[in-house]
């Protein structure tokens, strides 16, 4: 019964007043036609879906996914597993739906440095396209790489910041478990003028550092989750100009349906449950997030 459960995807939330973005999501990951993802997310309030790249594959598809879709976005990027992952000649296999299969294969080679820089290279002139909004999401991420691949990972981030100052796009984030680290590369490079913390994972104290710099942070639906206390106290002290909704789908389903499969038709339960936490109507928090979405991702 389990199982069936979890294979049932969540019901339609009751749609919001306020129109607002999904500010990261991976279309491609999910069970779902672009068309049929996008009617369903904007009959709930949703109409704006920024469609965010992790390797060479799934980043040319987000930015031909974005030009054939006024209400989608692109950001491209290698992810920050993606970085060593190349450098050791074996790209990863998620990303860009089956049709990127055969590019997959095309890209693997002897690895080094001189792939990861032609990786590199060529999300520099996808980052160049008009639909691409964002440089991301990169990063870093050590939980899943190991001290092994942090050289790696920390020249690909350093090289994504200097992509997102020359084209002048959003530079969005993945940090997992590699705060001091991200905010110490983001100071020696100088950052973007426009940051976004996608699936904030840190503190209130990373939060008041974060707002100091005027970085964006962007919270997803494990802002939900019963042991999340810390991210919810994060919340709380963000200031509502600089805070976004995400959904991360198909991962971080809000509750109650965490354990399946999220889809950008249910962001109204986390912004439901994000207004509590900020003591705003729902509304005021909507109306918040749709204009510092643009504003973070320049539309």
């Not at 129109?19 to 999501?25: E, G, L, N």
């Amino acid at each position: 019964m389990a199982k069936q459960d979890n294979d049932t995807p969540p019901p339609l939330p009751e749609p919001l007043r306020v129109p607002v973005a999904d500010s990261h999501t991976h279309l491609d990951m999910q069970d779902t036609t672009v068309e049929a993802a996008l009617a369903k997310a904007a009959s709930v309030g949703v109409t704006t879906l920024v469609q965010v790249g992790c390797d060479l594959a799934g980043s040319r598809w987000a930015a031909d996914t974005a030009a054939a879709h006024a209400a989608v976005h692109a950001a491209v990027a290698l992810h920050p597993n993606e970085a060593p992952r190349i450098v050791q000649g074996d790209p990863a296999e998620g990303g860009g739906g089956p049709r990127a299969d055969r590019s997959r294969q095309a890209a693997r080679t002897a690895g080094g440095d001189a792939a990861l820089d032609d990786a590199l290279a060529e999300i520099d002139a996808l980052a160049a396209r008009p639909e691409v909004r964002g440089v991301g999401e990169t990063g870093l991420d050590y939980f899943r790489t190991g001290p092994e691949g942090t050289a790696a990972q920390q020249r690909s981030f350093r090289a994504h910041i200097e992509i997102a100052k020359r084209r002048g796009k959003a530079l969005v984030i993945h940090d997992r478990e590699a705060h001091d680290d991200v905010l110490r590369i983001l100071r020696e490079e100088g950052a973007p003028d426009r940051v976004v913390f996608h699936c904030y994972s840190g503190d209130a104290a990373m939060a008041e550092t974060c707002a100091a710099a005027g970085y964006f942070m962007s919270f997803a639906g494990n802002v939900t989750f019963k042991n999340a206390q810390p991210l919810r106290d994060a919340l709380a002290v963000a200031p509502p100009e600089l805070v976004l909704v995400e959904t991360d789908a198909p991962f971080l389903t809000p509750a109650p349906y965490r354990g399946r499969a999220n889809a950008p038709y249910l962001i109204p339960f986390t912004l439901r449950a994000m207004a509590e936490v900020k003591g705003m109507t729902e509304d005021a928090l909507a109306s918040a997030v749709a204009a510092n979405t643009a504003r973070a991702f320049d539309y």
